[in-house]
Every structure is written in C-alpha cells, then in structure tokens.
T-cell receptor
C-alpha cells in the first residue's frame, strides 16, 4: 500500500527558533496537503500544494510558515519563529484518485512542542 | 465552507456492543472519509465513500448523499477499537474538512 512518510516524529524547540518538518509523498501524485491538530482540537487545514505551487492556504498559514519542495520530490514545512501556540501535531497528507474515488493517505505526524 | 458535525463526541460501551457514530455535512462533496486516530496521534484511513455502503471486517460505513449524512458502525466491538474516529469530507482534488471526532472507549 502507498505510504506517506514524515520526519521527525517528535520535535521539541525553543520559542523563537525555526523548525523544519519533512515529508516524503507518494510518488507521481500532484496534490499534497499539510494539516495540524492542536491537542484536544480537530484537524485543521494549513496549505495545499499542487504541481509545485501553493494552491490554497488557510488563515493559519501566515508569513511565519512556508512550504517547499527542495529536491523536487520531498516536501518541507518550515515555521520561521515558533510560538507556544504552534505546539501541535502536524500531518502531511495526499489524496490519491483511483477507480473507486479519492483515498486519503496520512503521514505518521510530527508532534511539535514549543517551550 | 463545509461544516462537518459528528455525534456523539464521546462514547463508552461494553465489549460486544454495536456502535454507531454519525456525521453530517453542509455542502455537497465528492468523498467522505472515515479516519481512525490512535492514542499516539497517527491517523489511518478506514473508508472513503462517495455513495452507498462499504464493509471491512466488523466496520460498516454508509452515506446518504441527499441527506448529507454518513454513519460508521462497529459490530461486536472490542477494546482494541478504542480510538478517536474522525469524519472528513472533500471535493475532488481539494482539502479535507474534518469533524471534531468521536472518542470511543470500549470496556472489557
């Protein structure tokens, strides 16, 4: 079965520091998403990426966030100057269209703790 | 903007009971996903529905497109089914919109 792989699984960082979260997507699929889930809350959309460009971003995805595809395959989510409220679980995901419809594949998540 | 509502928010049942979790959404969709989130936080896709009904083992998912409603059923529930179950909807090639989740606890 196809798999989306995220690293690291856990990250603890000092407030104000930069963090980079990484994701290896399923190859040859164009749509890619980052979501986050603050503890005890629902999963929220951050940004979508299509054909090497941002296609949509939420209000959460402000100037401190950026998403890149540095080597043409893997994705990164960068938070430039972390705040305490950035502590959350971050997921990368893809929806893959097949004969039976769109199937969702999630990475294992990165639990980010800002102290 | 699609609003996704799930009920109940929390559900505790005895092992062996039949479980139903409900999901309703406000805007037309191309797919509805039922997801399972384990205590460690990882999310696993259980079902993707665009119409009708799907069954996988003890899990059954149904969707009524006209009523914008879906249900997830678990037959012969087991403690290992304890998890958070999340309903999420999407249009083709668009982001998922998530419900708040249902925390299920099955007591032996």
């Amino acid at each position: 079965e196809p798999e989306v792989t995220q690293t690291p699984s856990h990250q603890v960082t000092q407030m104000g520091q930069e963090v980079i979260l990484r994701c290896v997507p399923i190859s040859n699929h164009l749509y890619f998403y980052w979501y986050r889930q603050i503890l005890g809350q629902k999963v929220e959309f951050l940004v979508s990426f299509y054909n090497n460009e941002i296609s949509e971003k939420s209000e959460i995805f402000d100037d401190q966030f950026s998403v890149e595809r540095p080597d043409g395959s893997n994705f990164t989510l960068k938070i430039r100057s972390t705040k305490l409220e950035d502590s959350a679980m971050y997921f990368c995901a893809q929806t893959v269209a097949g004969a039976l419809g769109e199937e969702a594949f999630f990475g294992q998540g990165t639990r980010l703790t800002v102290v | 903007k699609n609003e996704v509502e799930q009920s109940p928010q929390n559900l505790t049942a005895q092992e062996g009971e039949f479980i139903t979790i409900n999901c309703s959404y406000s805007v037309g969709i191309s797919a509805l996903h039922w997801l399972q989130q384990h205590p460690g936080g990882g999310i696993v896709s259980l079902f993707m529905l665009s119409s009708g009904k799907k069954k996988h083992g003890r899990l059954i998912a149904t969707i009524n497109i006209q009523e914008k409603h879906s249900s997830l059923h678990i037959t012969a529930s087991h403690p290992r089914d304890s998890a958070v179950y999340i309903c999420a909807v999407s249009r083709l090639n668009e982001k998922l919109t998530f419900g708040t989740g249902t925390r299920l606890t099955i007591i032996p």
